[in-house]
């Protein structure tokens, strides 16, 4: 009894010292596909007194954890279909919104972004979202990071291509030098369907806008531009009007008119409307209620709340108007197999897992393109869409790893090419649990974290540095809003504030 | 007698079926992740489109009444809807199977090409410098990660040699109609014999890549047997009675030696009837491992389900296949 007194007296000291003050402790877990950035951003934590370990996840699974609570600190990407906050700033910092995985809630910034998806004055809107960014880049939700670009190469006997922020392909004007006939290497393992009400990802609407035309179209770098609409008007604020083109034509023969914009628009919109099944895409449209029709090439969308024109038209690029005769009459399945539409392409034949072919519309009432077909190959490994290219048996590749761009530029006859992302790559903080419920913990990390050796050494310069999720191609964005810079003394000090030993 | 045993065997197949489609249904469950969440992506989405999606695919009934639709579905040959395709599962296993089996039997004959002689070679020479080179050339190739060695294979002999193509099933421009889904046979059908000798070109490097890990397990196999059945007495009677080398190692030996590769084949049959996600990515091989694989990671359920279901009955079926086999092979082994 009386030796083990003396074994108290470390123990207390022990348990003062830890009482007073210990280091900020967690995990960060981060889908496999993010595991050496993971590695690297641990590191520099450790460096700094944090004492950070890393857990490797599949994706779905985390994103699970996450929207359950169960993580502290998670490395999440979230892509946008509009350029604009509107799909990826605020799902993912808006109270209780559904990508908002760090419980992030803020009175100021969700009154902005009410009125950034509502007003249908833009300046209120450009006025509501820097509001927005610079209470976000204060209150440091997350640990912001990057977007990376979409890298694709092809070969030097193809012009008149480049590629797309959102990941379009626009063969229109395409051209190969001795050939008619172009192949591309799709990063995807295999499109979902050709129907263009029943996918969600982009590398299905990059191929359905080669054989279908929608509204308004994007430019690479995100413009909206008239397409089927040629003019659009404000009716009142919850009614747009759009005029048609009045010559364009299905690749059947048959016309393409306001009846067939509205069936569009009502397969999407009607739960089950597609034979029993609902539409996935009904919520990019935003809060719209109806399409009608005003005359023969006049259609008019209604909404059940003010949506702003930009995110309108925006919307619009997403939907590829579809022949409603031709529908009624085959059935969805038929149509699906055997898909008609009015674009530069018509669809020829394939296996969506293995190779789609498609042909010239010579009909286009935008002018026939100037390739006889174009091949999608379904090549979802990178090393083999790289071999395929140096062997010259495809002339376009997607998603070029960044560590293998040097390779590829090294080769004569082959070129890379780049353009803006659309997905917002950060670090997601749970702001409702210790100890990211402290701003100034949420801001060290921000401090701690030297995302600019990161970008050059692991994505070879092919990602810029963000200050928020709002991305630069994206309406609204704050040019003048600098990042937090690197500053580890920084981030020690604000940890010390939080009372955190940092030794 | 072997008629009412071989439809024994068969009809005992249908219990596994289910219980394997039970567990199957049971797993995927368990497995984290939300189909519906991962179908809507990242749009903007109203919680009354996430209620409905899921009333749809009856993810909102309980587990125990998904089970029953699940199994009531099966019995009467129903297999389901694929939540992200949209399409019957059936018809979804039925397009990627043929590629699947077309280069499952390619594998097969690559590696029993390559075993066969060698293992049988390495087993009559035993200790000798032969021998042991292609103990450690097995090694080599049983160790070796197929991913690795089928990129090897494309910069060597599709980039720099331009022997083959990089992969695929036939060349971009192509135009083969599917009929059987097996192109060999299709080019055939078509009566074009030049995409004939297209599609094969494009078998042989994913053959070859799966073929030769099989083959280092294979030849072992056969180099094993073989030592153990030349020692046999009968050999020794054959050689005796004065018949030809190769009359007692092909008719009397090997014949003996090759029901344990048998069992080995048939099991490795059975897997490679799975498709193999890896190479099948890298090959760009329309394949079912990538279906499965990729129906995994969509939490498509209705797939995985089905193609487990499958898995379950091709190995029950490989391993009827080599019994029946064993009795060819000794006449004394009954099923």
Redesign the interface.
Known sequence: MHRLKWLLVPLAALLFASAYAEKLTFVLDVAENRSDEGQAIVAQLQAIGIDASLRIW?S??L???M?AGNRTASATD????YFDP???A??KLRTKD??NYSFYSSDVVDEAFRVASTSIDDSARAAAYLTAQRQILADAPLAFGYVLQNIEASSDSVHGWEPAADNSENFHLTTVDGSD?L?IGLRT??L??L?PA?Y??RDNEAFLRNIFDALTIPTADGKVQPHLATAWRVIDPLTYEFDLRPDVTFSNGEVLDADDVVFTFDRILT??GID???S?????L?PISHAEKVDANTVRLVYKNTFPQELVLQALTHFQIVPKDYITEVGVATFTAAPIGSGPFVYA?G?????VVIEANQTHWNGAPKLK?V?W?????A??RI??L??G??QIIQAVPPDLVERLSSVPGVSVHTALGTRAYQIELNNSTAPFNDTRVRQAINYAIDWDSILTNIYRGYADRLATPFLPSGFGYAQDLAPYPYDPAKAKELLKQAGYDTN | MRLTKLLERVLSAIPVAIGVAVLAFMFLRFLPGDPVEIMLGETQVTQQQIDSLRNQLNLDKPLITQLALFLAGVLRGDLGVSFVKNAPVVKLIADTLPATIELTMATVLVAILIALPVGIISALRAGSIVDRSVLSGALVGVSMPAFWFGLLLILLFAVELKLFPTSGRIAATMVVDRTTGFMLIDTLLAKDLRAFGVALKHLVLPAITLGVVFAAVLARVIRASMLEVLSKDFVTTARAKGLREWSVIIKHALRNALIPALTVTGLQFGELLGGNMIVETIFAWPGLGRLVVSSIFARDYVVVQAAVMLYALTYVAANLVVDALYTLLNPRISL
């Open positions: 599949q779905t699974v994103k699970e954890e929207i979230w892509g946008s279909a509107f799909d990826l605020i799902p559904r990508g006939t192949v393992n295999a979902v369907t129907d029943m969600r990802d739960e089950g029993g099944a609902s996935p895409r009904a919520g990019l935003g034949r296996a969506l897992d293995a190779q077909a091949v190959q379904m090549m979802p490994e090393s083999t071999a395929s140096l062997a048996e495809v």
